[in-house]
């Protein structure tokens, strides 16, 4: 079966960097457009950034353009999102996500997706 799984969440200060992963297996990962998401608590889930089946176009919610970079090894089946500059409001459950590439959905919208991960934690302490 499809599954998505993150890894690389963690507590860090104002200012810190983190890096997340998210490895795919049971799909065939060049089909698939992948995402970020995250949920800060009491809150819906937020469109971070997006990648296409090719790496070739990215895409960043204004909330994290310039901050964060989103790539992807289609070798090894991964997404990586690369934060910096990370503030308080960047706290969150991240979860990366898989839509079909052919699919016409928008890709900020997370009912456009078909598989999620199970989501990492990300905590910016001030």
């Known amino acids: 079966q499809v599954q998505l799984v993150e890894s690389g969440g963690g507590l860090v200060q104002t200012g810190g960097s983190l890096r997340l992963s998210c490895a795919a297996s049971?799909?065939?990962?060049?089909?698939?457009?992948m995402a970020w998401f995250r949920q800060a608590p009491g809150l819906e889930r937020e469109f971070v950034g997006n990648?296409?089946?090719?790496?070739?176009?990215?895409h960043y919610a204004d909330s994290v353009k310039g901050r964060f970079t989103i790539s992807r090894d289609n070798a090894k089946n991964t997404v990586t999102l690369q934060m910096s500059s990370l503030k308080v409001e960047d706290t969150a459950v991240y979860y990366c996500?898989?839509?079909?590439?052919?699919?016409?959905?928008?890709?900020?919208?997370?009912?456009?997706?078909?598989?999620w991960g199970q989501g990492t934690q990300v905590t910016v302490s001030s």
């Open positions: 990648i296409i089946w090719s790496g070739g176009i990215v």
């Open positions: 049971g799909l065939t990962f060049m089909t698939y457009d």
């Open positions: 996500a898989a839509k079909n590439r052919w699919s016409e959905d928008v890709r900020d919208m997370p009912n456009s997706y078909n598989y």
